[in-house]
Nanobody, 125 residues
Framework: QVLLVESGGGSVQAGGSLRLSCAVS????????MTWFRQSPGKEREGVAG???????NYADSVRGRFTITKDNAGNTLYLQMNSLEPADTAVYYC???????????????????WGQGTQVTVSS
């Protein structure tokens, strides 16, 4: 069984920063694609940033240049560094993992099988 556990969410003022972490455990090849999604009340879940097996990254236009996705050397933890946060970034953030390797991390929820429970990020103006 694969378990993903997010942490690092919280409340911050606009312009501030947060770093989310997603710890991966279980039978999982950490070279597989992993992605961060977010969901606000009344909105669909949207892809934020993904990282492929070779380290290639993909970002939503709304966060490109502000957010950075990385994995630690062992690949057991996925990170999302969020800078210059805006109120529109307020959402529950989820990490997700693909059971397969990929060359391009698609920001499509249906691609991913394993999901964390989410961590709340609130940005006030």
């Amino acid at each position: 069984q694969v378990l993903l556990v997010e942490s690092g969410g919280g409340s911050v003022q606009a312009g501030g920063s947060l770093r989310l972490s997603c710890a991966v455990s279980g039978y999982f090849d950490t070279r597989n694609c992993m992605t961060w999604f977010r969901q606000s009340p009344g909105k669909e879940r949207e892809g934020v940033a993904g990282i492929a097996s070779d380290g290639t990254t993909n970002y939503a236009d709304s966060v490109r240049g502000r957010f950075t996705i990385t994995k630690d050397n062992a690949g057991n933890t996925l990170y999302l560094q969020m800078n210059s946060l805006e109120p529109a970034d307020t959402a529950v953030y989820y990490c997700a993992a693909d059971p397969n390797r990929c060359n391009w991390p698609q920001l499509i929820p249906s691609r991913y099988v394993y999901w964390g429970q989410g961590t709340q990020v609130t940005v006030s103006s």
